[in-house]
């Protein structure tokens, strides 16, 4: 079977890793890729968006299965184009997609078919926000309604700030025409988890839990990113959550989506807040995460492309059935390294060194985000040569595989340390917060 992979971050790298493991592959393709991808896959000089060049190449080529790993060209309609020509590719049709690309959309969605999130109230005036602000009060949450590649969420503490939010996002338009209309909503307090699974708009498989680090800095601080480490599972969601989570939140999903006429297949992720009052939903993805996907995949044991492959077919309940989805016995962690200054300007072309090193460390694998593989300029004892340089914000996703979480962080910081570039940036308390729940008890 030929496999192609859209988009070039870290969960692409970890999704054509995997996939490479699968018996059912011979070869894999990804648009655009990264230096990382290189190693198992052939990179096309096309963008992730470029969706009439992407249909060309897979008719062409006669690629059997396309996996989207970004929103953006699901959100431009990718899987209904694909779909007209009877072509197998998974992630959710243009309309599906709003789950995500329209936080109306999602927070109306929740709201008709009983799905628990922070109550709410939708705006397009800015007049009349900053109104329901001054009697409201804070701490409140504001969100530009479109997509803002993560960033598209202010938390505010106080009641100016949130309307210098409301200001910077409708006024300003920091987020351009995704800052149209805003929700603002309830501050929620708890433990933050991803629930990450794939569906074929009546079934869904659940991977293993996660939680994701979005602050640039140790303990939560600064700004938002997107993302800087994960971990998985996250002990938070232990068994009976996780139960719960499917019957209450994420099947009412699938259900309210099929009887507004949508058919959804394909990842679906469930950015969850655990208070007291159980889960409730902080907003939907309708891909897998990055960098929750490096830190989900090393973990499972089946083959990742029996279960896309299912789920294009509408074969999930089958699936379920013949798969041992049972995860609890290893642990893993993924810690991002950054270019210098990300999430803002950063610079690019930096050499990476220290690859090699790692690369020879058991459980340790190196996912790739924005690297660029530079050939012929190195030449080493006559032997020809490459090198890894930086090209993006995020550059790699150090990721450690071991029996515990405690175990996983050291065998990971471990590799870091062999690794190094100008300017690199990590966080070093990635896991940290799953520490106190697992002595809890983990998965029971
Ligand atoms: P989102 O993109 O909607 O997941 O929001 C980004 C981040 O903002 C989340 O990961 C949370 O840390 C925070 N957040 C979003 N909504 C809320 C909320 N209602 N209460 C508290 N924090 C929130
Ligand atoms: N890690 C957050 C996301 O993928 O949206």
Redesign the pocket.
Known sequence: MKVLVIGSGGREHALVWKIAQSKLVDKIFCAPGNGGILKQAECLDIKAEEIERILEFVRKEKIDLTVVGPEAPLAKGISDEFRKYGLKIFGPTRLAAQLEAS?VFAKELMKKYNVPT?DFKIFDNPEEAIAYIEEKGAPC?I?AEGLAQ?K??I?AKTREEAIQAVEMIMEKRIFGEAGRRIVI?????GE?ASIIGVTDSREFVTLPPSQ?H?RVFDNDAGP?TGGMGAYSPAPVVNRDLSNKIAEEIIYRIIDGLAKEGIEYQGALYA?L?ITKDGPKV??FNVRFGDPETQAILPLINFDLVELLWATCEGKLTKFKKFVSLDWNDRACVCVVCTAKGYPGEYEKGKIIYGLDKVEEMKDIVVFHAGTKKEEDTARINGTQAHRFVTNGGRVLGVTGLAKTIKEAIDKTYKAIEKIHFEGMHYRRDIGRRALNWELVGRGK
């Open positions: 936080k922070a949450v969100k993560g598209g969420v938390v909503e309830d501050y929620l307090e933050e994701d979005k938002n950015g807040m902080l907003e």
